[in-house]
């Protein structure tokens, strides 16, 4: 039986969560960004990067692995290029310190690549790229994470979840936007899912031993999680370490030790965006274009569009409130 809920307006959430994130040692600028990002995922219904990732936030900032007043430092590479030193914090920031900066070279060469290294990505990955393609703008967005995805073929685990988010316009609606790890599951699911004791699919990972399991205590347990799609998740998923570590300056999934931080939770890894103005080339026709493939999906029997349930939970939480646990209510109450 799932537990009782109860509905919070969306802006009380964000102001809740920012006071929890000060109290617990963020600046008001970092603990404003935080806030924004997890109380939107709970309002869209991913809870596995909503309210749920607060005690690991909270455990990293007091471990002392991550610097929750970090100041982001930008720099200018090249008429397309942009990089930023998130200076040991929290990615969310970095990039809002460079997403004007970011935006303006895109409409001015068409095209513009923005890298973050030297931070900590702990969230969903959709809220970096939904405000590009609200602007008309096309964007899309890696990050890795820490160890615990086995390769295609190998022994043991080597890359992150590794996930990609895109974002397009769509003439007429709300966005395309979608966002998806490269693994079998999301690492924050699979944690769900163990703390309500339920089963996962076939496929999903293995335990220690290698042997496959749908246990998900057992996965998390010195186990590990698979890619999706045998091979060719496992490609993209190196395609994301290379993209998000090698080209941003950032660490690989399996470079950093946070042995010495107690309660550490957030991989301290590198993070890339590109964005593309489609205006230059196609004016508003890339929208339109959008809109007509949307319709075709639907012509051959496609009920639901990626990312169309947040948008949907998005609706119900505006009219409703945001949906949360009476227990986690209360929870987050104490912590403020």
């Not at 163990?194 to 496959?212: S, W």
């Not at 080209?247 to 470079?255: H, K, M, R, V, Y």
Request: charged content about 20%; hydrophobic content about 45%; aromatic content about 6%.
């Amino acid at each position: 039986m799932s537990a009782p809920a109860t509905r919070i307006p969306f802006a009380d959430l964000v102001n809740l969560l920012q006071r929890i994130f000060v109290r617990h040692g963020c600046s008001e600028t970092v603990a404003a960004t935080l806030a924004a990002n997890c109380a939107s995922a709970q309002r869209d219904g991913a809870h596995s990067h909503g309210v749920f990732r607060i005690p690991g936030y909270l455990s990293t900032l007091a471990s002392g692995w991550v610097d929750g007043r970090a100041e982001p430092v930008v720099s200018d590479v090249a008429s397309g290029y942009v990089s930023v030193d998130a200076a040991g914090g929290f990615a969310q920031p970095a990039l809002a310190a460079a997403r004007e900066l970011l935006a303006g070279k895109a409409r001015s060469a068409g095209i513009a690549v923005l890298a973050i290294y030297n931070s900590h990505h702990f969230a969903a990955l959709w809220p970096d790229v939904e405000p590009f393609a609200e602007e008309g703008l096309v964007a899309l967005s890696v990050v890795n994470s820490m160890t615990c995805v086995v390769p295609e073929g190998a022994q043991r685990p080597l890359f992150g979840t590794n996930p990609i988010a895109f974002a397009a316009p769509c003439a007429g609606g709300a966005p395309i936007v979608f966002d998806m790890a490269t693994s079998a599951m999301a690492h924050g699911d699979v944690q769900i899912a163990a703390r309500k004791g339920e089963l996962l699919p076939k496929g999903i990972g293995v335990d220690r031993e290698g042997r496959p399991t749908r246990d998900p205590a057992a996965i998390l347990d010195g186990g590990a999680l698979l890619p999706f799609g045998g091979h060719k998740g496992s490609a993209l998923s190196m395609m994301v370490e290379l993209l998000a570590a090698a080209l941003t300056g950032g660490n690989f999934s399996f470079e950093f030790d946070w042995s010495r931080h107690p309660g550490a939770k957030t991989p301290w890894t590198g993070q890339l965006i590109i964005v593309i103005d489609p205006r230059l080339a196609q004016g508003e026709r890339f929208a339109a274009r959008a809109r007509e493939l949307v319709r075709q999906m639907e012509a051959v029997g496609v009920t639901r569009m990626p990312g169309e349930r947040r948008f949907r939970e998005r609706e119900q939480s505006a009219r409703e409130g945001v949906s949360v646990t009476a227990e986690e209510w209360s929870q987050l109450q104490t912590l403020a």
